[in-house]
């Protein structure tokens, strides 16, 4: 027990663990593993292949510098900059050449970066030198403040999704209907609208999903739905009220909402009470965008609540504007140790290196460590060689670093390049909500007579509403259906429906995300998900985002003009099976 730390111990949440969970133990194949390090062993013992016929002698890769794109100023600025994407890079350079070689001389095996040690099998919480660095950075850069005596520990992934599937797994028994009571089942909590993948990994399990009303903040506290409400008046009939919480906080999927520091306290203070563990899958963290708050824009918008430099107090600093200048995590305000944390290079440096990592309290981290160990048993070897090569750089001249002069980006590179990141898709962001909010009024022109004269009459009709998003890569739009001419005289699925197809048709070709995808259950997606489409301005070409915003508004515009059913009928005969193989035949 850490008996010089100010701050409490973290909880013993173990009377949470799966039956399953709470009967591993540790690996004794990887427990042996410690006897390797002794110098000049002679290993007769371990079932490795040997080194010497792994056939790469190499990995390489060019790899960006981490000053490659242009950031974005961490207070909003009004009005906002117009500036280059490039940012201008030392002598015109902006790619470095990475190295990792097949053998290091370095003996520390911390800092040890070659295909001997990253191809062979290897310990549970991921490639030591990259394990290193990532616990270091959680810790001191990215959660500086964790009220809790020692401080979290980290565990390396095959990305959020496996760390999802190992939390869950960690954390909650099977639970099969006819066959078990259903006051045995558990369930957990999420946003009525949230990312599915969350929800078809927990489904399967025989846990419930308990939705929770959102606002343009996120999940809400108060009032009917909300966090209090669904806790404080819970229904035995259903099962035991939840232990588990998910909830993407920043640029959260599909709403682009982004909690506050107060909002969050709310909430963990709920979820204390009630002892549920908090997921916080925060994937988008570092893309938060200062413009969007307040009225950094010329348009009006409603108020949103500040960002962490205006309504939070930090006693500790991560080293780096940047960071500072984020809503920080669940785990600054985790008295207890009840936040699991997700984390991912998915969005920071690509979905292909299936690479992230989870922080949460030793206690937890040692049980998914175990559930690891007869998985995954630890991420790529070549992914995370090159990540820690790039990122950390060679000790000696036997590999080369993704910075200058063969050195590593460090952590001044990394948080650099993330500053780029940031930059980009804000500015992606900016360029279509601007469309958006010039244009999602339809302006329609007409005349009216009066007994002595003829007027001129100008009418607009809204078509949708958005909130500039705060962090993440959507906007999430509201159609105005009951404007439409048509909203009386058909179902309003078949309406949100028919203008999906719509907009794919040949005049238009904008495909969006409709609401149904993320709606929580089979009630949400009946009764408002006909009103929402998720819209993702990350994934276009930089040159496309702008023709392809106008699209979507026309399409809209377009929609709206139809007055009869043959017009909807029309579009949604239109066969999308036919046109992609007319387009695959040419």
């Not at 371990?46 to 242009?70: H, I, M, Q, S, W």
């Not at 998910?246 to 709920?270: C, D, F, H, W």
């Not at 979820?271 to 563990?277: E, T, V």
């Not at 909203?487 to 699925?493: D, V």
Request: charged fraction near 25%; include cysteine; glycine fraction near 8%.
């Amino acid at each position: 027990m850490d008996t010089t730390s100010p701050n409490p111990e973290p909880l013993d949440l173990s009377h949470h663990y799966s039956h399953v969970t709470k009967n591993r133990g540790s690996s004794a194949v990887k427990d042996f593993y410690k006897y390797f390090r002794i110098p000049n062993i002679g290993n007769l013992a371990g079932g490795l292949p040997n080194n010497n016929y792994f056939p790469f002698d190499t990995l390489e890769g060019a790899a960006a510098l981490p000053d490659r794109f242009k950031p974005k100023p961490n207070k909003p600025v009004d009005p906002p900059p117009r500036s280059p994407f490039l940012s201008q890079v030392t002598n015109g350079l902006t790619t470095s050449q990475v190295v990792v070689p097949k053998t290091s001389e370095n003996r520390d095996p911390l800092h040890k970066i070659d295909l001997k040690s990253a191809l062979q099998y290897g310990t549970s919480q991921g490639y030591p030198p990259l394990y290193s660095y990532l616990r270091q950075f959680a810790r001191e850069n990215m959660h500086p403040n964790v009220p809790y005596a020692g401080g979290p520990e980290i565990i390396l992934t095959c990305g959020s999704t496996d760390g999802f599937a190992k939390t869950i797994e960690a954390l909650s028994n099977i639970w099969v209907e006819g066959q078990d009571r259903v006051e045995d089942r558990s369930g957990i909590i999420v946003e009525e609208f949230c990312y599915m993948n969350a929800i078809q990994t927990a489904k399967p399990r025989g846990l419930r999903i308990d939705p929770i009303k959102v606002d343009d903040e996120g999940m809400k506290v108060a009032g009917k739905g909300g966090l209090e409400d669904v806790l404080e008046n819970w229904d035995g009939c259903k099962g035991k009220r939840p232990h588990l919480m998910y909830t993407v906080t920043v640029g959260q999927n599909p709403t682009g909402a982004t909690l506050s520091v107060g909002r969050r306290k709310e909430i963990y203070a709920l979820c204390s009470k009630h002892d549920i563990i908090i997921v916080e899958d925060d994937p988008y963290w570092y893309l938060q965008y200062p413009s969007a708050n307040g009225n950094a824009r010329d348009q009006p918008t409603p108020a949103r609540t500040a960002p962490a430099s205006q309504n939070f107090s930090v006693p500790k600093s991560s080293g780096y504007p940047f960071l500072d200048s984020l809503v920080p995590s669940y785990l600054s305000v985790d008295t207890d140790g009840r936040v699991v944390r997700l984390d991912t290079f998915s969005k920071t440096v690509a979905p292909g290196c299936r690479l992230g990592w989870i922080t949460t309290q030793p206690s937890i981290c040692e049980r998914l460590m175990r559930i690891t160990e007869c998985s995954t048993q630890q991420p790529s070897g070549f992914v995370q060689s090159m990540i820690a090569e790039m990122i950390m750089g060679p000790e000696n001249r036997n590999g080369r670093g993704g910075g200058k002069d063969d050195l590593g980006w460090k952590t001044d590179g990394w948080v650099r390049w993330l500053e780029g990141l940031r930059g980009n898709y804000e500015r992606r962001m900016q360029t279509m909500c601007s469309i958006f909010e010039e244009r999602k009024q339809l302006v329609k022109s007409g005349r009216r007579q009066s007994i002595s004269q003829e007027w001129s009459v100008v009418d607009t009709v809204p078509m949708f509403d958005f909130m500039w998003p705060l962090g993440g890569m959507f906007i999430w739009i509201r159609l105005n259906l009951e404007t439409h001419p048509l909203w009386k005289k058909i179902t309003h699925e078949k309406l949100s429906r028919g203008l999906w197809i719509h907009l794919t048709t040949p005049k238009h070709l904008v495909l969006v995300a409709p609401g149904s995808l993320f709606a929580a259950n089979e009630e949400i997606r009946k009764e408002k998900s006909f009103s929402y489409l998720r819209i993702c301005f990350a994934a276009v070409d930089e040159q496309d985002v702008a023709p392809m915003s106008h699209r979507f508004v026309e399409g809209l515009k377009s929609f709206w003009a139809k007055k009869n059913l043959h017009d909807i009928d029309e579009d949604m005969a239109d066969n999308v099976e036919q046109r992609l193989l007319a387009c695959h035949m040419c």
